[in-house]
């Protein structure tokens, strides 16, 4: 179904100057978002810095014990937690806090049925296309920040433009008639804009040339969170988004995998 809502093309730099201004109110997740990429930052250092902010420090300390690391209940330091889950799902989890992605009340409908969609299937799929799990894991976490940035910026039209538009390939046609821009390319701009990883935001801008090797493991994540949460979605031959990297058959052995493991992801990721 397409949407009638005329297109009103989004100011990008007043998102982003949004978010900058969110950052002076909670100055212990973006301080995390700008250190944890230094090369001189060490785990005890991001350790006295998250220790500022016990409930974002509670959630990286419950993700370490999480059996989705395999320490369940073993990780008793807020340094040995950095340790066990990496600097870059700590900085992860600083942006979900910086932006109100933890916010239920402030998000699309079914962004964390996605979102837990796309970072459990990357994560599984990583290996297969020369990447490391845990970095998956924030890529597709953090995909869908576009989404969020939409919806905080026009939340009766995007939450009316989803429901309009409940499969995800065709929700990014219609996020570009409406704004000018489709969320993951939002995501784009705003992880670049926080220096974040050139091999994630790569990967969002090639999200949609099905040539582009840098694109592959996103678009065939987002083809699991689609063929999971449409009934509408009409299923993509896996061959034609990862240049035949993937079969039918080990495809649908991952959809399972997801369908079945992503609740206990979202518990870890947000309690």
Known sequence: MTTAIVPAPLDVQRILESIDTMAAQKPVAAQIVARASADDTSAKELAAILAGDLPLAGRVTKLANSAYFGMSGRVSSLQFAIAVVGFMTVRTMATVALTDLDDESRLPEDFWLTSTHLAQAATML????????????????????????????????????????????????????????????????????????????AALYSLDDLTAPDGALLRVAFEVAARLSSRSHVPVPVGRLCGGLLTEDALDLVVERVRAEAGGLRLAMLG
């Open 126 to 201: 990583a290996p297969r296309f020369g990447e490391r799990p845990p970095d998956a894991l924030c890529l597709g976490m953090l995909a869908q920040l576009g989404s969020a940035l939409l919806h905080h910026n026009d939340p009766e039209g995007y939450a009316e433009l989803v429901a309009e538009e409940p499969d995800l390939p065709s929700r990014r046609l219609a996020e570009e008639r409406r704004y000018g821009i489709h969320a993951q390319r939002l995501t784009a701009v705003a992880l670049e804009h926080w220096g974040f990883p050139r091999r994630m935001v």
